[in-house]
T-cell receptor, first 115, second 114 residues
């Protein structure tokens, strides 16, 4: 099956710093990638939809200046959490959809802890 | 927008028994329904999916049923094994051209007792 690689798997940072998370589709091209946030024992909440070559579409309540998304190629999307604060600590998961397909393939997630 | 409800939130079964997880959705335009298995500290993995033009789909021990009229769909796992223990999420998706919006259920923690 299709593989999505997400890095890093875990990051600990100080409050006020920025953190970049990468999401790569390894064996397929993904026109669209998605970024989710998951709190402990809760479901996945869509943050934004990332389309290659265009601006990301953010869900209501998600600060676009706080969570910068770049989708510069058909195999790579990045999420940058700017000026991270403890309340940004969470599990962030990306997914990629095969161009023209229905299925989203998920990365392994990134556990962000902001001290 | 779409609202997906999932029940139960936790489910314990004896090894070898069957497990059933049920979901309902609100938007009749949703046309794609995937199920994901998430193990602790990992991302969700697609285990089975069904499209709105199909009523049932089976893959070995896993089956999914869809009732479009009632707007509910279910996951059935037969002959459960300890490695089936995980959190399962249902989802309802609207696919329209190049656009897709997936809404996830709240998850079911399945524990299979050896």
């Amino acid at each position: 099956g299709a593989v999505v690689s997400q890095h890093p798997s875990r990051v600990i940072c100080k409050s006020g710093t920025s953190v970049k998370i990468e999401c790569r589709s390894l064996d397929f091209q993904a026109t669209t990638m998605f970024w989710y946030r998951q709190f402990p024992k809760q479901s996945l909440m869509l943050m934004a939809t990332s389309n290659e070559g265009s601006k990301a579409t953010y869900e209501q309540g998600v600060e676009k200046d706080k969570f910068l998304i770049n989708h510069a190629s058909l195999t790579l999307s990045t999420l940058t959490v700017t000026s991270a604060h403890p309340e940004d600590s969470s599990f962030y998961i990306c997914s990629a959809r095969v161009s023209g397909g229905n299925i989203q393939y998920f990365g392994a997630g990134t556990r962000l802890s902001v001290l | 927008g779409e609202n997906v409800e999932q029940h139960p939130s936790t489910l314990s079964v004896q090894e070898g028994d069957s497990a059933v997880i049920k979901c309902t959705y609100s938007d009749s335009a949703s046309n794609y329904f995937p199920w994901y298995k998430q193990e602790l500290g990992k991302g969700p993995q697609l285990i089975i999916d069904i499209r709105s033009n199909v009523g049932e789909k089976k893959d070995q021990r896993i089956a999914v049923t869809l009732n479009k009229t009632a707007k509910h769909f279910s996951l059935h796992i037969t002959e459960t094994q300890p490695e089936d223990s995980a959190v399962y999420f249902c989802a309802a998706a609207l696919n329209s051209g190049g656009y897709q919006k997936v809404t996830f259920g709240t998850g079911t923690k399945l524990q299979v007792i050896p």
